[in-house]
């Protein structure tokens, strides 16, 4: 059981932890790219800010991009089990 009501997947309490790595790569413009991975890019797509962010931040529809190189500690993944 999460803290708060869960997504429409089911997933509990997934907005304000870190910054979420995806796999797609960041486009200015979201075009629905996003929803495809990408082997190879200059830049990848962040979602949901993190606890050191503002609140309108910590919300999945907030994007943010950084290089694949770069590392900061409020930076990560999320695991699921499916």
Not at 67 to 81: E, H, K, S, T, W
Request: proline share 4%; net charge negative; with cysteine.
């Amino acid at each position: 059981m999460g803290s708060f009501t869960p997504n429409t997947f089911g997933l509990h309490d997934m907005l304000g932890n870190v910054w979420e790595w995806t796999c797609s790569e960041y486009k200015e413009s979201y075009d629905g790219s996003e929803q495809e991975c990408s082997v190879s890019a200059d830049y990848y797509s962040l979602r949901g800010g993190s606890w050191g962010t503002t609140p309108w931040n910590v919300r999945s529809a907030f994007r943010s991009n950084f290089g694949p190189d770069y590392r900061i500690f409020n930076l990560g993944f999320r695991l699921a089990q499916d």
